[in-house]
Nanobody, 125 residues
């Protein structure tokens, strides 16, 4: 699976961005797709996932502000980020899991098989 992320940039606090991740090699219906992020000086952390069945899950700090969705026809996953905060500043990574992702493991990096390149999101105060 090849993943190509795009859509990062500089935005003011309170603004919005939409990240995209185009997948090739597998159809989205057969894999789980997630976004992780890594802020400067911090460990990488789970942001959101859409599993094969279409259910979505989020880390608590982005719930209600971020929305993950997928377009099966375009084989693309999106992360719509609204009400952005300076603490959302990070490199965002699009990743995929192809073997069947159980709910208890969605935030574990080790469960994911493929990683795209990161895209930088900078939120200014």
């Amino acid at each position: 699976v090849q993943l190509q992320a795009s859509g990062g940039g500089l935005v003011q606090a309170g603004g919005s961005l939409r990240l995209s991740c185009a997948a090739s090699g597998r159809t989205l219906r057969t894999i789980a797709m997630a976004w992780f992020r890594q802020a400067p000086g911090k460990e990488r952390e789970f942001v959101a996932v859409v599993r094969r069945g279409g259910d979505t899950h989020y880390r608590a700090s982005v719930k209600g502000r971020f929305t993950i969705s997928r377009d099966n026809a375009k084989n693309t996953v999106y992360l719509q980020m609204n009400s952005l905060k300076p603490e959302d500043t990070a490199v965002y990574y699009c990743i995929a899991e192809t073997g069947g992702l159980i709910l208890s493991a969605i935030s574990m990096e080790s469960q994911y098989d493929y990683w795209g390149q990161g895209t930088l999101v900078t939120v200014s105060s």
